[in-house]
């Protein structure tokens, strides 16, 4: 059973701040990582994807993956009360499609 | 771009009826699209995996009878509750893969189904 972790939170952050999430996976063989971002009763977003060591930047988030310690997680720089929401991170499983979920990380944003 | 619609937003309807939801890729052939099914305050299940011409893959615990997903179209993905209960009632949500795309493993999700059954 692939398997996706992250600290269910919540994470609370004053305004301004960076918020750092985290979450490690079990497949050693995935290759894509994605972050999404879930609104209370709404659908995920999908908001950062990752493929190789590293870091990735696309405005306020950055994302950054080690694959050797399995090992992915998203900041979010100036954080702002309209970020806060539930963060899912997701890896596909194996060499195929399908993306295996974790739990997601509550994120509040404190004004 | 990357725009996924689902029809209808919400549903209510009684024990032992069917319920049909629709999901279309806007502005991209979707070659694969994805059920997911969502209970309050925990995360997103697969149900099934569906590929455009073929039949749908089922995630295990998934009944196949139940769930009827088609798959007709490059745009267009319907499942099917059938004959449903209030232990069905939950937030459906479908997604779908660009395979024009480089990034090909990322998924677009819908707005979701809320389905509730008296």
């Known amino acids: 059973q692939k398997e996706v972790e992250q600290n269910s939170g919540p994470l609370s952050v004053p305004e301004g701040a960076i918020a750092s999430l985290n979450c490690t996976y079990s497949?050693?063989?995935?290759?894509?990582f994605f972050w999404y971002r879930q609104y209370s009763g709404k659908s995920p977003e999908l908001i950062m994807s990752?493929?190789?060591?590293g870091d990735k930047e696309d405005g306020r988030f950055t994302a950054q993956l080690n694959k050797a310690s399995q090992y992915v997680s998203l900041l979010i720089r100036d954080s702002q009360p309209s970020d806060s929401a539930t963060y899912l991170c997701a890896v596909n499983e194996g060499y195929g499609n399908k993306l295996v979920f974790g739990a997601g990380t509550i994120l509040r944003v404190k004004s | 771009g990357a725009v996924v619609s689902q029809h209808p937003s919400w549903v209510i309807c009684k024990s032992g009826t069917s319920v049909k939801i629709e999901c279309r890729s806007l502005d991209f052939q979707a070659t694969t699209m994805f059920w997911y099914r969502q209970f309050p305050k925990q995360s997103l299940m697969l149900m099934a995996t569906s590929n455009e011409g073929s039949k749908a893959t089922y995630e295990q615990g998934v009944e196949k009878d139940k769930f009827l997903i088609n798959h007709a179209s490059l745009t267009l993905s319907t499942l099917t509750v059938t004959s449903a209960h209030p232990e069905d009632s939950s937030f459906y949500i479908c997604?779908?893969?660009?395979?024009?795309?480089?990034?090909?493993?990322?998924?677009?999700f819908g707005p979701g189904t809320r389905l509730t059954v008296l």
């Open positions: 990752i493929y190789s060591n």
């Open positions: 497949d050693r063989v995935s290759q894509s």
């Open positions: 997604s779908a893969r660009d395979g024009g795309r480089m990034n090909y493993n990322e998924q677009f």
